[in-house]
C-alpha cells in the first residue's frame, strides 16, 4: 500500500516511486518537455542536432501552409503527445497530421487515438526506438501512415499500413517523389528534405501560390 504523507499528493507520491498514471502524466510539471510516458514512468528523449531542428520546422512549416490550402485538419508537433491506445505508451512524434474528420480524438493537450500521418525525424540517440519500438506502436495503434527520417543517413523511409494492419513501404518514384497515401494531392520530392529550397518554390510545385 502506497503511503501519502502530510501535504503530499497521491500523484505526488506515485511520481516519487516511479510510477505514474497516464492522466498525472499529462498534467505534471516536467523539467524537461522532451518526454514521453512509458509503462508508467516519465522517458526523456535524446537531444536533437540542428539538422534534426531544420528538417522538422521545413516539414512543419509546408505541411500546416498544405493542410490549410486543402481544408485536410491540423498538424501538431512534439510535445504534444499521442497515445494511440490505452495498452500503448503516450508519445510525442516530432509531427503528426490528423485529418478533420478525425477532430473527436483531440484533446486539449493530447491527442486519444492514432493522428493520420506521424513523422519522427531520427536522432542519434533515438535511431533504435524510432525504427523498434515506435514503429510497432503506431503499427499496432492503428497510424495510418509514418515517416522515418534519417538525416544522418540522408535516408527517408515511408510506410502505409495496410488491410492486414501491417506497415508496407511506399518507394518514391524512380525520380524521388514520395506521393502520400493518407493525403491524395500531397507528394514530396525527397531530395527537398536534405536541400531544404525555398518554402515559397515548394508551395509553387503544389500549385498552393
Known amino acids: 500500500m502506497s503511503i501519502v504523507t502530510p501535504g503530499q499528493s497521491e500523484a505526488a507520491n506515485r511520481t516519487a516511486h516511479g510510477v505514474m498514471s497516464y492522466e498525472d502524466f499529462l498534467v505534471a510539471p516536467h523539467?524537461?518537455?522532451?518526454?514521453?510516458?512509458?509503462?508508467?514512468?516519465?522517458?526523456?528523449?535524446?537531444?536533437?542536432?540542428?539538422?534534426?531542428?531544420?528538417?522538422?520546422?521545413?516539414?512543419?512549416?509546408?505541411?500546416?501552409?498544405f493542410s490549410e490550402a486543402h481544408n485536410v485538419g491540423r498538424v501538431l508537433y512534439e510535445p504534444f503527445q499521442m497515445k494511440t491506445d490505452p495498452n500503448l505508451p503516450g508519445r510525442s512524434p516530432d509531427l503528426l497530421v490528423l485529418k478533420?474528420?478525425?477532430?473527436?480524438?483531440?484533446?486539449?493537450?493530447?491527442?486519444?487515438?492514432?493522428?493520420?500521418?506521424?513523422?519522427?525525424?531520427?536522432?542519434?540517440?533515438?535511431?533504435?526506438r524510432d525504427r523498434g519500438e515506435k514503429?510497432?506502436?503506431?503499427?499496432?495503434?492503428?497510424v495510418p501512415e509514418y515517416w522515418l527520417i534519417d538525416p544522418e543517413r540522408k535516408q527517408a523511409e515511408f510506410y502505409a499500413r495496410?488491410?492486414?494492419n501491417f506497415y508496407h513501404a511506399i518507394p518514391p518514384?524512380?525520380?524521388?517523389?514520395?506521393?502520400?497515401?493518407?493525403?491524395?494531392?500531397?507528394?514530396?520530392?525527397?531530395?527537398?528534405?536534405?536541400?531544404?529550397?525555398?518554402q515559397l518554390d515548394v508551395l509553387r510545385a503544389w500549385k498552393i501560390v
Open 135 to 142: 514503429y510497432y506502436e503506431y503499427e499496432q495503434g492503428g
Open 162 to 164: 495496410g488491410s492486414d
Open 31 to 65: 523539467e524537461n518537455q522532451h518526454v514521453e510516458w512509458v509503462d508508467g514512468k516519465v522517458v526523456p528523449m535524446a537531444p536533437i542536432s540542428n539538422e534534426h531542428t531544420d528538417i522538422t520546422g521545413f516539414l512543419l512549416t509546408i505541411l500546416r501552409v
Open 100 to 128: 478533420t474528420e478525425n477532430f473527436s480524438r483531440l484533446k486539449k493537450n493530447h491527442l486519444i487515438g492514432p493522428a493520420d500521418l506521424v513523422v519522427e525525424v531520427i536522432s542519434p540517440g533515438s535511431r533504435s
Open 173 to 198: 518514384t524512380s525520380d524521388g517523389i514520395f506521393q502520400s497515401a493518407v493525403l491524395p494531392n500531397l507528394w514530396i520530392k525527397v531530395d527537398w528534405l536534405w536541400n531544404r529550397p525555398n
